[in-house]
């Protein structure tokens, strides 16, 4: 029985699990989507927290400026840039009517200073703002001080009193860790199996404590949890449920909707915004997509986008079942090459939250990942990781879907000749030389397969 269910009878009532355990690339558009102004209300945080957030992120910029000197262009905001894919799309596009699904995009977490992917987003506001609280409570700041001065031997001292952990499959760990040994917590990183060496080894090098398991996310975030909940000075950071990160990730919509505008970009009605977010337990994509929706409206159509052998977050909202499945239950593996998309169950509080403002899912296989990542680099000279490509092909799922997706959401011919396909390239820029070769060489060898 899987959640009180024969697989029988789940085939019967969901027969896209069927495909979904023979491992083929699949799409499900959401019937259940609702206005925004509606769903919205689902969520159970609001525009104010995103504010709040991002006024936060604002008052660490002086200290962020000061110690990752990388962030001084930016002012110490942790900022990407966005770029069109001009070569990739006429690529993607042969043999189809010219500009006939608008334009793609490309959102660059892969550059993101610090951690180089879209955890430099909720990890590091994590612990910032667990570090306000503590710095806050404990004298060292006060409310209008220049935050700067968190880079000090005293403040160091301070924070050396408290740990910070956290479960990840490698980059939030890099985030979490980096940002919390640099303000010198005791931080410690509890890693799965597919983690890669390259980021165990710059976590030691950067002080932190790293704890292997020779099982997946999950165990190492449960691991990771009681550890933390028998010392009362370690704070969890609670990827499966956390809605700070949530919020640290929310505020990139805001920015993105300034970097589109100074482009020239019109998002509203006519001119729809599909953004294609990779997903492992969801508390990035959602966090994103919570923005946009609060950011752009119904202008905005967001898409996740998993691996074949991780499809958690598909499983979880078509089965309605959310965290109480986990693709394991049905036989999938959740083996992938994508780097922290290998999530088996994915988070039952985005899942629940967001299941009526996320337009559709689909799934990639790691062949085309690979393939995808060779492209993009003959194409456009841009080199991210294989769990970046993941939202590539979103633009010709929903270009082709047969769903009745683009009928029901009022997208037509005209209004896809209008639209603008975002991929979020979720990271890549701090892949080790050697170990970037070796993607292309595969991509490349699949490609001319
Ligand atoms: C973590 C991660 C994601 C997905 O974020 P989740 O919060 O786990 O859904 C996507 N791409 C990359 C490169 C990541 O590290």
Not at 19 to 30: G, H, M
Not at 262 to 276: N, R, S, T
């Amino acid at each position: 029985m899987i959640a009180g269910k024969t697989m029988e009878a789940w085939l019967d009532s969901h027969p896209l699990i069927g495909e979904l355990i023979a491992l083929r690339e699949t799409s499900w558009f959401n019937p259940g989507v609702a206005p925004s102004a509606e769903a919205l209300g689902d969520v159970g945080l609001s525009a104010a927290d995103v504010a709040d957030a991002s006024a936060r992120l604002e008052r660490f910029a002086s200290y962020i400026q000061r110690v990752f000197p990388e962030t001084a262009a930016s002012r110490g905001i942790i900022e990407s840039g966005v770029r069109r894919l001009p070569a990739l799309q006429a690529k993607l596009s042969e043999g189809r009517a010219a500009d006939a699904g608008g334009q793609l995009w490309l959102k660059m977490d892969s550059h993101l200073p610090i951690s180089g992917s879209i955890k430099a987003r909720g990890g590091i506001y994590e612990v910032l703002k667990h570090a306000e609280d503590l710095a806050l409570a404990g004298g060292l700041l006060q409310a209008g001080d220049d935050y700067a001065k968190l880079d000090s031997d005293a403040a160091r001292a301070f924070f050396s009193g408290y740990k910070i952990a956290v479960g990840s499959t490698g980059n939030l760990g890099l985030s979490i860790g980096i940002m919390s040994a640099k303000l010198g917590f005791q931080a410690t990183v509890h890693m799965s199996a597919d983690a890669r060496q390259w980021k165990k080894d710059k976590l030691r090098a950067h002080g932190v404590t790293v704890v292997e398991y020779a099982s997946d996310y999950s165990i190492a975030v449960a691991e990771g949890r009681k550890q933390a909940q028998s010392d009362p000075l370690c704070h969890f950071v609670d990827d499966e449920n956390s809605t700070n990160l949530f919020l640290g990730y929310a505020v990139a919509a805001e920015r993105l909707r300034g970097q589109l505008a100074a482009a020239g970009v019109v998002v509203d009605k006519e001119h729809p915004l599909f953004v294609y977010l990779p997903c492992g337990v969801g508390g990035g994509p959602g966090g994103v997509a919570f923005g946009l929706k609060l950011a752009f409206g119904d202008a905005a159509h967001c898409v996740f986008a998993e691996p074949t052998h991780s499809p958690c977050m598909l499983l979880g909202v078509y089965t309605d079942k959310h965290d109480a499945v986990a693709v394991q239950d049905f036989g999938i593996d959740n083996a992938t090459a994508a780097d922290g998309l290998a999530v088996g169950r994915a988070s039952g509080f985005v899942g629940k939250a967001m299941r009526r403002l996320i337009d559709g899912y689909y799934t990639v296989s790691d062949d085309n990942l690979f393939r995808l990542l060779a492209l993009l680099e003959q194409s456009e000279g841009l080199r991210l990781e294989p769990s970046a490509l993941a939202g590539v092909p979103g633009m010709l799922r929903v270009l082709d879907e047969a769903q009745g997706y683009r009928a029901r959401m009022g997208l037509d011919a005209r209004r896809l000749a209008n639209a603008t396909h975002l991929v979020w390239g979720t990271g890549g820029s701090m892949v080790p030389p050697q170990e970037m070769e070796k993607y292309l060489a595969k991509g490349r060898q699949l490609l001319a397969g």
